[in-house]
């Protein structure tokens, strides 16, 4: 949803989609490319660890720094040498990479090694930059100047689109406030939100203290966890970077840290639980990061593990997406039917759809499965007036299931969309849409529908629940309609 104008825009990452409504990825690594080796070693491990909790990734490293302090500071090992080892991070631990360009002169170059194209916040005003950036049909990422208000960031990301490109996304990073020091008014993370892009938000720039050393610009890598966790809903995504070497630039000291790096270090905690996050042992992703962890992922047990984790992130980024509105009259209408809720469906859709069905009904709510492809060829005969229906799709493009949705509303039966996808088709014909996507599936493909139909399912038995409580639900009407089995056997105890 966004705030008001500009319809929001899913930007494609590699295999990843980054939208407003989505869920929450990560974009970290070491601010400047020091050496192969280094990048490629904190790639593997925040890949790992973000794996692990189910955040999807995007490494980021730039080639050359161009607005350094000083002319003495180190840049990085230059275009060439840069993009070889960025090209091999990528193909090598098989993440997206993100990293910014500052030259008109290097775009078709970088374009051709990199999934996503970064200004610099200094140049984000430079049009004929922008231009020839978002020119190379890549997508880009803008950095928000610090000088910049986030109604100032409207007509900029409509300048980068003007050139046909709307695959762009705007990050927060801070706002000047007097010499040397920037705040972050987390406001702007909602009204950045105006532009239509997903809103990112780069923690440890943030809490740079521009030339605050004389020489080098300066920070207070302290307070990174600390805005990471608390930049909650209104961000689509976060960075976090460090320095290898340790003191420099916006780095985090090693003193101040365990673990591989940095950015591994802050990856569980980008999400802005307040919590760090659970590994695979029960354990926060902090004390296990310094762990090797290739042997558990390699496992069988680990790889299990890792899956389950990814299903529950999804849930977990779901729930955290849940708009109190459309909540509120998704269980409004589902409370005034007088009759039967019809569940609808195809393919795994429709399996998620007929457990949902037993569900309803089970819990004081009764409910019907309705094959969408048998609805279109007689099926349609068992809706009548007083009736809701709930049509879940994943891509909400789904023919039979969005034919079906037209058809009972046509028939005066509001419809409830439970799909992955707010913006389709489903979504428009609906009379209230619920937002069950998942960033990634938990498939090694990243195709078949794992953590999409998982957070559909939850979703549905989620709102179930407020329903038999709403009508009273007790544990003489389970008996009543469960008088079998060992459910049935606990609910007569219960009476």
């Known amino acids: 949803m966004t705030v008001r ?6 930007v494609r990452v590699g295999d990843l989609v980054v939208d407003q409504g989505g869920s929450f990825t990560l974009i970290a690594g070491p601010c400047v490319i020091e050496s192969r080796d280094s990048a490629l070693r904190h790639a593997e491990r925040i890949a790992q660890i973000a794996g692990r909790v189910g955040v999807p990734y995007v490494f980021k490293a730039s080639y050359d720094k161009a607005n350094r302090t000083s002319v003495g500071s180190f840049r990085g090992p230059g275009l060439d040498a840069g993009l070889e080892i960025l090209a091999e991070v990528r193909s090598e631990v098989g993440v997206p990479v993100i990293t910014d360009v500052h030259e008109r002169a290097d775009v078709a170059a970088v374009a051709e090694v990199v999934d996503v194209l970064q200004t610099p916040a200094f140049l984000c005003r430079q049009t004929d930059f922008l231009l020839a950036v978002c020119g ?41 406030f007097g010499y ?37 610009t300066g920070g207070q890598p302290a307070f990174i966890p600390h805005l990471a966790k608390g930049c909650g809903g209104g961000r689509s995504g976060g960075g976090v970077h460090g320095g290898p070497r340790g003191p420099g630039p916006c780095s985090e000291r090693r003193q101040q840290q365990s673990g591989p790096g940095p950015a591994s270090r802050s990856a569980g905690r980008a999400e802005g639980s307040g919590r760090p996050r659970q590994g695979n042992d029960g354990v926060s992703v902090d004390e296990t990061a310094g762990r090797d962890t290739a042997a558990t992922a390699t496992s069988a047990g680990g ?6 984790l990814h299903e529950a992130q999804a849930i977990a980024s779901a729930a955290g997406r849940l708009e109190e ?22 393919g795994v859709s429709g399996l998620v759809a007929a457990k949902l069905a037993a569900t309803f009904t089970s819990s004081g709510t009764p409910a019907l499965y309705l094959n969408a492809s048998n609805a279109l060829h007689g099926g349609l005969g068992v809706a009548r007036a007083g009736d809701a229906a709930v049509a879940v799709s994943n891509s ?36 209230v849409v619920l937002d069950a996507s998942a960033a990634t599936e938990a498939c090694p493909l990243g195709a078949l529908p794992t953590a999409s139909s998982t957070v559909a399912r939850a979703l549905g038995d989620a709102l179930a629940m407020p329903l038999a409580e709403r009508r009273g639900w007790s544990h003489e009407d389970l008996a009543l309609v469960h008088p079998s089995g060992t459910l049935g056997h606990l609910a007569r105890q219960q009476r």
């Open 5 to 10: 104008g500009v319809a929001p825009v899913r």
């Open 396 to 431: 909400g493009h789904t023919e039979e299931t969005l034919q079906t949705a037209v058809c009972l509303r046509e028939s005066g039966i509001p419809v409830i969309a439970l799909t992955g996808n707010p913006a389709s088709p489903l979504a428009a014909v609906a009379d």
């Open 180 to 216: 040397q020091n920037l705040v972050v008014d987390y406001r702007s993370l909602v009204m950045l939100r105006e532009t239509g892009a997903p809103v990112l938000f780069d923690a440890t720039h943030s809490v740079q203290l521009p030339g605050g050393t004389g020489e080098a």
């Open 136 to 176: 190379a049909g890549k997508p880009v990422n803008i950095k928000k100047g610090q000088f910049l208000s986030p109604q100032e960031a409207v007509p900029m990301v409509a300048k980068a689109r003007s050139g046909g490109n709307s695959q762009v996304m705007v990050t927060e990073r801070g706002f000047t």
């Open 303 to 308: 790889a299990v593990r890792e899956r389950m």
């Open 325 to 346: 509105p459309a909540v509120h009259a998704a269980l409004s209408l589902l409370q005034a039917c007088t009759r039967l809720t019809v569940m609808v469906g195809t």
